[in-house]
């Protein structure tokens, strides 16, 4: 599915670097241009953090399996998309080459973004000094390294005036990929049902946190599976009513989770003293009461997020070509 946004006129199809020069494909000359040169920096910083916490086994329990699982299926994905554009296989890949590698890369710069502050916080702090804590401060280094390679791939190939382009790689395309990631978050830090069992109200916000990860998930490989056309409805329409509805319901998990989770009067914590997980720090591991005000926290950023996603979508001219 190409997009224009409006105000801005389509006149071509040259795939580009945002650095204004085309970007070659089906030839080594691709890694000497800019997209090149920064995916292979994406390939380097990846394969260096995972080497250094396989070479001391750095990387026991949840958060370290986590953080080692983002560095090794960012660096995989990145060698997938450098042997399709040095092969010149674009027309080839089941995916469309228009949204998937301005997709994977703001998944990837996500990834290791929350593995660059989840590693160090959770596990790199518990190391003794030693050869073992040196290598992981190296690993979360080169994970800062990858994110920003990865961000800049994404403010280079986003949609710019004058561009066709799919649209992941517009603002509300690149805000799905944002809602998405984060929902996977909050599901991370309630795995534990014991955080909202027997409460309806918190059972409701879990409802919440997963109708709208799906639908957001369904845009995302619509798009990418070039099946836009398969919906009973138009597909900006199905778009503008996925954002107002997410944006609704996450408003009503913002007041309910805080409510139920903090206020004394329905059953919540007020304060971290009481819960007496907290009283203690464990490697690998997120207190409850911490877990809940996460979750708060990611609830809010999301409902930005989604009202910022329906204000973007109304300004989008779909086209299709």
Not at 33 to 59: D, I, N, Y
Not at 92 to 106: D, G, V, Y
Request: hydrophobic letters at 50%; aromatic letters at 12%; one cysteine or more.
């Amino acid at each position: 599915m190409a997009v224009t946004v409006t105000r801005t006129t389509i006149t071509t199809t040259t795939t580009s670097s945002g650095l204004g020069s085309s970007t070659i494909v089906g030839s080594p000359r691709a890694l000497t241009q800019p997209l090149g040169l920064l995916r292979l920096l994406q390939l380097l910083s990846t394969c260096v953090a995972f080497s250094l916490v396989a070479s001391v086994g750095a990387w026991m329990g949840p958060m370290g399996n986590w953080s080692m699982f983002t560095w090794c299926f960012c660096f995989s994905v990145t060698l997938i998309i450098l042997i399709v554009e040095l092969g010149g296989l674009q027309s080839r890949f089941p995916l469309s080459w228009r949204n998937f590698p301005i997709t994977f890369a703001c998944y990837a710069a996500l990834f290791c973004l929350s593995s660059s502050i989840i590693y160090p916080t959770t596990y790199v702090q518990f190391l003794s000094h030693g050869r073992t804590r040196d290598h992981a401060i190296a690993a979360t280094a080169f994970s800062c390294i990858a994110c920003v390679a990865y961000a800049t791939e994404v403010a280079w190939t986003r949609a710019r005036p004058g561009e066709i382009t799919g649209y992941m790689a517009t603002v509300p395309g690149l805000l799905k990929v944002l809602e998405t990631f984060v929902a996977c978050i909050i599901f991370a830090f309630i795995s534990s049902p014991s955080l909202y069992q027997q409460k309806p109200a918190l059972e409701w916000c879990v409802a919440v946190y997963a109708i709208c990860f799906i639908l957001a998930a369904v845009a995302i490989l619509l798009n990418l599976g070039d099946c836009t056309n398969m919906l009973p409805i138009p597909f900006p329409s199905f778009l503008s009513g996925l954002a107002l509805l997410s944006v609704i319901l996450y408003a009503t998990a913002l007041v309910l989770w805080p409510l139920y989770q903090f206020d004394e009067r329905y059953g919540g914590h007020s304060q971290r003293s009481r819960d007496g997980g907290c009283a203690v720090r464990h490697p690998h591991s997120v207190c409850y009461w911490d877990r809940r005000l996460a979750v708060a926290i990611l609830t809010a950023i999301n409902l930005l997020a989604y009202v910022a996603d329906l204000v973007y979508s109304a300004r989008l001219v779909f086209v299709k070509v």
